[in-house]
């Protein structure tokens, strides 16, 4: 079988960058880019990919237990919530649902809460698996009952089948007393950890209780949107808000949009940072390959002299930089790969708990890991182009002059 063939000056870029006798400076320049590359692509497939698993994480336990979508239909006319679904597909879920702030006060201790009305029989998937303590069915088999946050337990200092009391402010009344607001006791029945911050401040009613407690509860009925893609949710708000009988739309974005702006904002900063790394190393392939011309100046102007073109004398250079920069490359993104796939095995061996007892989390992207190699590929191509031009720029006879 006869092997396959590149073009001339192909060639001679391959064997210009695998030549090393007598270029003992010139060869630590490269073994210096290359090895640059190698760091910058290898750290930044391993810090994306923890990125990505860290947001992923924030994504399931944050966005599972609160609502993507809230809708609020018109008060005098009724919401068609199965045509709703029918027109947006991206909708998993639909339940009727009530949110109110509060207080919850128990023996000593008050604070803040969040209240939310739920069906016990129609909850999202992650929201059912994070109960600890309790069960669901608890909620409507005795009225009044809570479920609460494991952080807000802990700060009120109460577990299942204690009481706290809850105070709202809309829909107190005058007393001779002063102004009291809305309260009534009611019992825990439960916990649920989903190991985020939304265990320090929510508490899960039954949707008739939490009714009958909030004096406006009914005047606009509310609905639960749950999406298949919860970062869709402020898109599909815009056209919901259209909808007939929708009063009003609101997404995540209202009570934790900051965060995920923040995880957004760091994740790109990182992208740029170790993307600036993996820029120097292939701006070191300049330095390299200008030594390399100068040093070849007298076999440029021989390859010119016998016909090779500028074009051709361009490639022979460009190839051996970018051999430098795809071995950095591959070799660079194989060796993040590894490493980020066992990367809790490595920390492990290592005896490094970042959180103790806590796996870090990691989502290898492959479209991701793509981007990354084009990306330092690209530089890379762009760091070959003025050396690669010096070279073409060479005059046969004034080198040769005084051969």
């Not at 045509?83 to 998993?92: E, G, R, S, V």
Request: with cysteine; hydrophobic share 50%.
């Amino acid at each position: 079988m006869k092997s396959l063939q590149f073009p001339l000056s192909v060639r001679i870029g391959l064997r210009y960058s695998q030549s090393r006798k007598g270029h003992g400076f010139l060869s630590f320049i490269t073994l210096f880019s290359v090895t640059g590359i190698f760091l910058g692509v290898m750290a930044l497939t391993i810090v994306s990919s923890v990125m990505n698993g860290f947001e992923a994480e924030l994504k399931k336990r944050i966005l599972g237990v609160i609502p993507h979508l809230i809708v609020q239909s018109e008060p005098t006319h009724q919401l068609d919530i199965a045509a709703l679904q029918q027109q947006y597909p991206q909708i998993l879920q639909a339940t009727p649902y009530l949110q109110l702030e509060a207080l919850a006060q128990s023996p000593g201790q008050l604070t803040a809460v969040l209240l939310q009305g739920i069906e016990p029989t129609q909850i999202p998937a992650f929201l059912q698996q994070s109960l600890v303590a309790g069960d669901w069915s608890d909620l409507t088999k005795q009225p009044y009952s809570v479920i609460l946050g494991a952080g807000l337990a802990d700060e009120l200092k109460v577990g299942p089948g204690q009481q706290i009391r809850l105070l709202l402010a809309e829909g107190g009344s005058f007393t001779p007393m002063g102004w009291l607001p809305r309260q009534r006791l009611f019992t825990v029945a439960g916990l649920i950890n989903t190991g985020s911050e939304v265990d320090n401040g929510v508490a899960l009613l039954h949707l008739p209780d939490l009714q009958r407690l909030g004096s406006k509860a009914k005047d606009a009925p509310q609905w639960r949107l749950s999406l298949i893609e919860p970062f869709a949710a402020p898109a599909l708000a815009n056209e919901i808000a259209e909808f007939p009988a929708v009063a009003k739309v609101t997404d995540w974005r209202d009570s934790h949009g900051k965060l995920f702006s923040a995880v957004a904002m760091e994740k790109a900063m990182m992208w740029l940072m170790l993307l600036l790394i993996v820029a120097v190393a292939a701006f070191n392939i300049v330095s390299a390959l200008v030594m390399m011309v100068t040093e070849k100046q007298r076999e440029v102007a021989i390859l010119k002299t016998q016909g090779m073109t500028d074009a051709q004398l361009f490639t022979v250079f460009a190839v051996q930089g970018m051999n430098n920069g795809l071995l950095g490359t591959l070799t660079g993104a194989v060796a993040g790969i590894l490493i980020a796939w066992q990367l809790n095995g490595i920390l492990s061996l290592l005896g490094i708990s970042v959180v103790a007892g806590v796996a870090l989390p990691v989502d290898i992207q492959p479209v991701q890991i793509f981007f990354i190699v084009v990306c330092a590929l690209v530089l890379t191509a762009l760091a070959v182009v003025y050396p690669a031009w010096r070279a073409v720029q060479v005059q046969p006879a004034e080198v040769l002059r005084d051969e």
